[in-house]
């Protein structure tokens, strides 16, 4: 233990396990992310993954599949049902997370959207704690939507939450491809691993939604030849 | 006697048999409450985690700011949804410009107020209040108040 905690972070990204330890110098500031914890002047590796790092940061890259809810990150969540002026939402964390009934933009409490089981609602999480169950609310700090909105339509496909993090990426080489094959389409990507996909016909819907789940397992070259041959095979 | 031994701070000049009275033994330990209120007070905000307010490590959890992904989380392609294409195309805008997004001026909004700042803003309250409003501005305030401060030390011998 000892000789491992002596390690710097490495520069390029490596292979950790868990209780791997490494070394800060002792006047770096530095932001710790996911997958690691501070201790003793060291940070120590909780999961196994790929540690990267940069100047400011250090976090460990992992592929999950269950959603633990991490405050301001935007999710997509499946109203199962209402208690009070609350609904309960389903966002596939451990724990059914709540949602006030005026958390929209201009809502108030005699004008507010009536939402039924089984819609589908893109919010931010306002509160997440291991001791009381996650909060989300479809507006941001100043009140506004912001593209926080009541999903209406379209498919849902469920995914890991590494590839949902690949999708949100800017200018992400998975999405670019959709734009060169499809005229109109629309994508809302949580980072709960959920992925809303709506376009022009539901031929489109169901060709980018098979493309969406393959990209999970195979590369961009090969996802894309496949995504060319459903769209031959639906027409 | 006993009035004035009432009124005395001094809790010698009262009989025993006053003292072990039920709200007699109640007014004597409720400054010993307060002070351990305060006590607490103090100490239940400090987390015991030296070492890391030192260095100025930031614990989080999210891959948002790690990887720095995208914040809306909608694609749109073509004006198939011109709502979203408006918010992406004002949030490329920012990025580009590095300009604060919405939620980034708030959280720069509530840890904004500096300590001199805030203590300046108290020191003109506090002239405010002792003098009348629009009676010239704080600078002014301050000269006439040290001035007063001066002229009050000044002993006068009696004649």
């Given at each position: 233990m000892s000789d491992t905690a002596r390690k710097e972070i490495p520069d390029k990204p490596s292979i950790v396990v868990c209780g791997d330890s490494f070394a800060i110098p002792p006047d770096k500031d530095l932001t710790v992310g996911p997958g690691l914890v501070f201790r003793n002047n060291s940070v120590t590796c909780t999961k196994p993954g790929v540690i990267k790092s940069n100047d400011k940061s250090v976090w460990i890259d992992r592929n999950n599949r269950r959603y633990v809810p991490v405050l301001e990150e935007r999710v997509i969540g499946i109203i199962i049902g209402r208690v009070m002026d609350e609904y309960r939402v389903d966002i596939g964390g451990a724990h059914v997370a709540m949602m006030s009934?005026?958390?929209?933009?201009?809502?108030?409490q005699r004008n507010k959207p009536e939402l039924k089981p089984g819609n589908v609602v893109f919010a931010r999480v306002i509160a997440a704690n291991k001791d009381v169950e996650p909060e989300l609310a479809c507006v941001n700090k100043k009140g506004k939507a912001n593209g926080l909105q009541v999903l209406e339509g379209g498919h849902i496909i469920q995914c890991s939450l590494g590839l949902s993090r690949k999708l949100r990426q800017h200018k992400s080489p998975l999405t670019q491809p959709l734009f060169n094959h499809f005229k109109s389409f629309e994508l809302c990507v949580g980072m709960n691993g959920r992925v809303w996909v709506r376009s022009d016909t539901n031929k489109h819907t169901v060709a980018i939604s098979i493309y969406l789940k393959r990209c999970e397992y195979l590369c961009v070259a090969d996802a894309v030849m496949t995504l060319k041959q459903t769209v031959r095979a639906l027409g | 006697m006993t009035g004035r031994a009432g009124h005395n701070?001094?809790?010698?000049?009262?009989s025993k048999g006053i003292l072990q009275m039920k709200f007699m033994s109640r007014s004597s330990h409720a400054p010993e409450e307060v002070s351990t209120a305060s006590g607490n007070r103090d100490t239940?905000?400090?987390?015991?985690s030296g070492a890391v307010s030192q260095r100025n490590i930031i614990i989080d959890e999210s891959y948002m700011k790690l990887e720095d992904?995208?914040?809306?989380?909608r694609i749109t392609s073509k004006q198939f949804n011109p709502y979203i294409e408006k918010i992406l195309a004002e949030k490329n805008r920012l990025r580009d410009s590095d300009e604060p997004s919405d939620d980034q001026e708030d959280v720069q909004e509530m840890d904004g107020v500096s300590a001199s700042e805030m203590s300046s803003r108290y020191n003109s309250l506090v002239s405010n209040k002792k003098r009348a409003p629009g009676l010239g501005d704080d600078s002014s305030d301050e000269e006439e108040t040290n001035q007063d401060a001066t002229e009050r030390r000044k002993f006068l011998k009696p004649s």
């Open positions: 009934s005026i958390a929209f933009e201009g809502a108030t | 701070p001094d809790k010698r000049f009262l239940q905000w400090i987390v015991d992904l995208c914040e809306i989380g």
